[in-house]
């Protein structure tokens, strides 16, 4: 808990990543200090908050368009194709949700001390294509075009912004 004559608390809210946060004053304290520095703190906390907010929603849009397009997809493969290659497809989507996700968290953890770039993200798909190509029952292109079924929800996204602009 901050205090400069305003209580600033952080409440965490189940969000799309179980954190979000959310920001209340109370002015008991009874420190003192500028106006012009409390109005200056309040309006970048309410920025602040409004960023993350914007964000959040983002997250889960990008999230919703994404399991949408999985769930279209993984029907159309299963009626033109097979099981088996539909499940491949889905298993190539969640590697590619999962990927959003821990890009999302990546980005979210932005100005933080913490200066490295994740390697994680680029061994998740390397390791997933890598193990395709050595199991039977796994096809590399179904699994790889799931994967990028998070590109497509990126640029539905895009589009949708654009064309309500």
């Known amino acids: 808990m901050i205090s400069l004559g305003l209580e600033i608390q952080a409440t965490a809210l189940t969000g799309v990543f ?4 959310s920001f209340s004053s109370d002015s008991s304290e009874s420190e003192s200090i500028d106006s012009t520095q409390a109005a200056s703190s309040e309006g970048s906390s309410q920025d602040n908050t409004n960023s993350m907010d914007e964000y959040f929603s983002l997250v889960l849009e990008l999230n919703q368009i994404m399991l949408v397009l999985t769930g279209i997809v993984f029907g159309g493969v299963w009626y033109c194709y097979s099981l088996n290659i539909a499940l491949n497809y889905l298993l190539g989507a969640c590697i590619g949700f999962v990927y959003l996700r821990m890009l999302a968290k990546n980005v979210e953890q932005l ?3 913490r200066m490295g770039i994740g390697k ?3 061994a998740l798909i390397v390791g997933a294509l890598i193990v395709s190509t050595r199991v039977d029952q796994l096809s590399f292109l179904p699994i790889f075009l799931g994967f990028l079924t998070y590109k497509a929800a990126l640029l539905v996204y895009t589009i949708r912004v654009v064309s309500t602009s």
């Open 18 to 21: 179980g954190v979000s946060v």
């Open 111 to 113: 100005g933080q001390s």
């Open 120 to 122: 994680a993200r680029l």
